[in-house]
């Protein structure tokens, strides 16, 4: 069983930074990739980036791409997201997830309890 813990939300005015943070613990830790998802209200919840842990391949939604970065600290179990130029609909509770195997990202994947975040104008 993998248990993931997210940290680093709040709330911040447009322009500004935060880093989320994921850590795994449970089970000894090796997942095929790791990635960052949200939802915002009334809507579904979207993919904003993805990274293949082993070969450090990463993945970033096209309204994230230059501002969102995605890395790991492999001896922590630790997943961030760097947020720069926060905008108001970056606005959503994030969420981290890991996946032990290849293919779709699926409720069967394991996911944190998620972390909100808001951009204020």
């Known amino acids: 069983q993998v248990q993931l813990v997210e940290s680093g939300g709040g709330l911040v005015q447009a322009g500004g930074s935060l880093r989320l943070s994921c850590a795994a613990s449970?089970?000894?830790?090796?997942?095929?990739?790791m990635g960052w998802f949200r939802q915002a209200p009334g809507k579904a919840r979207d993919v904003v980036a993805v990274?293949?842990?082993?070969?450090?391949?990463?993945y970033y939604t096209d309204s994230v791409k230059g501002r969102f970065s995605i890395t790991r600290d492999n001896a922590k179990n630790t997943l961030y997201l760097q947020m720069n130029s926060l905008k108001p609909e970056d606005t959503a509770v994030y969420y981290c997830?890991?996946?032990?195997?290849?293919?779709?990202?699926?409720?069967?994947?394991?996911w944190g309890q998620g972390t909100q975040v808001t951009v204020s104008s």
């Open positions: 997830a890991a996946k032990l195997h290849r293919g779709d990202w699926s409720d069967n994947d394991y």
């Open positions: 449970g089970r000894t830790f090796s997942p095929y990739a």
């Open positions: 990274l293949n842990w082993n070969g450090g391949i990463t």
